[in-house]
């Protein structure tokens, strides 16, 4: 779905509704102000002043014909009714009415199926609707799931009241699986602590505070710990000092997702939910599934038994977990049978490809995309 369209589409309603607008409102205004005119002269005629109503009366009409309201009206409206018309046809274009085309008969498992969308809405804390989902789903298995995402939101709920003592506690109890995966959220929260006791400025607290919980990560952030010391001599105007920025609310914002990721690292789940993730790529597809199966269906073609497509799914970075290669000769993606091959050249084709044109092991061919010539026993294997 081409939602960059749409907004254009829209972006030009809106731009033409605001010059229908402000043109509608200065024809109102001028068209008020000769009547205003007009009413005036009239008011002086009833006073004996020798005025002809009939001549102010035929001035009034002669003024408002030369304005033309109705016909600078009319063809402002024209304008805004045509963008309109072009954003209704371009939303029906994006906004597939029947995406049923571009469904393929795959076998699920409802129970798999069940337990991802449970794990969605726990973690994204609507626990009271993962309760209701999995009881009238019957998988009561799922609950399990609920505990460690209500440890999280409740970390993270105190972190917005400014509050760091879950959040320590939780990160000195995985200590040691935090320091395996060289993550650094303990020493955060422990300087993010520091600082909000010396903001308050209490130094004399901050100074314990500092030699009672420093010293384990002293040799891995010797220079963070002389910085934050540094802020001692800066007790009560921290705002006017060159450690000012260690002030800044983003870093309760950064840490607060560094600690939504470590979490969900420790507990085996991708930071993202897989749901969504799954949701958002097959949005990205379904346009061109939707074409795919339409073009299938006029050649009278069945694209439902096809092992691969005719055509390549074009995702965004971030749903690329994985380093992939389709051969621009064959467009099959690499498999260990058929694995990438760089040639001298520095192109790269499938071992396939490669094989095919050079019609033998010993024979030269030239390279489909420059004109250098290669043998087989040139070319190396490529590994992702």
């Not at 607290?205 to 891995?220: G, H, K, V």
């Not at 607060?256 to 990721?261: A, M, N, P, R, V």
């Amino acid at each position: 779905m081409e939602l960059n369209t749409i907004k254009d589409a829209f972006d030009r309603v809106s731009k033409r509704q605001k010059t229908s607008y402000t043109k509608t409102q200065d024809i109102i205004d001028s068209v008020g102000k000769e009547i205003e005119l007009a009413l005036n002269k009239l008011l002086n005629a009833s006073e004996g002043s020798g005025v002809d109503q009939n001549a102010v009366i035929a001035e009034l009409n002669a003024k408002l014909n030369e304005i033309g309201p109705t016909n600078q009206l009319g063809g402002s409206q024209k304008e805004l009714n045509v963008a309109l018309s072009k954003y209704g046809k371009v939303v029906d274009k994006q906004f597939y009415p029947d995406i049923a085309k571009a469904y393929r008969e795959v076998e699920f498992d409802g129970h798999i199926i069940n337990m991802i969308v449970a794990l969605h809405f726990y973690r994204q804390g609507l626990f009271e609707l993962g309760d209701c989902f999995i009881s009238e789903a019957n998988e009561h298995g799922a609950a399990s799931l609920k505990a460690p995402f209500v440890e999280m939101y409740e970390m993270l709920e105190q972190m917005k009241a400014r509050n760091l003592q879950p959040a320590l506690a939780w990160a000195s109890a995985h200590s040691d699986e935090l320091v395996r995966k060289g993550s650094a959220l303990e020493f955060k929260l422990h300087a993010l602590q520091y600082m909000q006791i010396l903001e308050r400025g209490i130094q004399r607290d901050a100074l314990t505070f500092a030699r009672s919980s420093f010293a384990p990560f002293a040799p891995l952030h010797m220079e963070e710990i002389q910085k934050l010391m540094g802020c001692l001599l800066w007790t009560g105007r921290l705002e006017n000092s060159p450690y000012s920025e260690l002030l800044s609310s983003s870093h309760w914002d950064a840490l607060s997702l560094e600690l939504t990721q470590e979490c969900c690292s420790l507990l085996g789940q991708s930071y993202k939910s897989p749901l969504h993730v799954t949701i958002s790529a097959g949005c990205q597809a379904l346009p061109t599934l939707l074409k795919l199966s339409n073009v299938m269906a006029n050649k009278k073609q069945e694209w439902q038994t096809m092992r691969q497509l005719p055509v390549e799914i074009e995702l965004d970075r971030e749903f690329q977990f994985h380093s992939i290669f389709a051969c621009p000769v064959s467009r099959d993606q690499s498999t260990e049978e058929n694995p990438p091959m760089l040639m001298p050249c520095g192109h790269v084709l499938c071992k396939q490809s490669i094989v095919k044109l050079s019609k033998s092991n010993t024979r030269t061919f030239k390279c489909p995309y420059c004109p250098l010539e290669a043998t087989v026993a040139q070319c190396r294997q490529l590994y992702f």
